[in-house]
Nanobody, 122 residues
Framework: VRLVESGGGMVQPGGSLQLSCTAS????????MAWFRQPLGKEREFVAC????????LYADSVKGRFTTSRDHTKNTIYLQIRDLEPEDTAVYYC????????????????WGRGTQVTVSS
C-alpha cells in the first residue's frame, strides 16, 4: 500500500487548510484511516480518525471543533479540513491505516505516508 499526503503549507494564524491523503495498492475500503501529527522535536500524536464505513470519527481534544476528517471512496482519499489554525498546529501531518476502529494509538497503524508539513506563522 502507498499513502501520499498533500495540501500542507505555510498559513497565518486563523487560516484554513485542507490536507489530502490518497491510497493506492490495496483495498482502501477495508481500513479505518487516521491523521497524526508530529511537531519538530516532539512525539507523534493522534489527531483524528474515521472508520471505513464513515460511521465513526474520533478527534483529539486539542482539535475538536476546528478539524474535520472525511473520506471519499471513489477517490481512495481521506481529507483533513483544518480551520482557525494556531501556531501550536505546526507539525508534519501523517495519514495512516488500521484494522482497528477508533484507535488513537500509533502502534495500531500498519502503514503510513511520508507526511506533509503545516506551518502556522505570522
Amino acid at each position: 500500500v502507498r499513502l501520499v499526503e498533500s495540501g500542507g503549507g505555510m498559513v497565518q494564524p486563523g487560516g484554513s487548510l485542507q490536507l489530502s491523503c490518497t491510497a493506492s495498492g490495496d483495498t482502501f475500503t477495508a481500513y479505518h484511516m487516521a491523521w497524526f501529527r508530529q511537531p519538530l522535536g516532539k512525539e507523534r500524536e493522534f489527531v483524528a480518525c474515521i472508520s471505513w464505513d464513515l460511521s465513526t470519527t474520533l478527534y483529539a481534544d486539542s482539535v475538536k471543533g476546528r478539524f474535520t476528517t472525511s473520506r471519499d471512496h471513489t477517490k481512495n482519499t481521506i481529507y483533513l479540513q483544518i480551520r482557525d489554525l494556531e501556531p501550536e498546529d505546526t507539525a508534519v501531518y501523517y495519514c495512516a491505516r488500521t484494522l482497528l476502529r477508533s484507535s488513537s494509538l500509533a502502534k495500531n497503524y500498519n502503514a503510513w505516508g511520508r507526511g506533509t508539513q503545516v506551518t502556522v506563522s505570522s
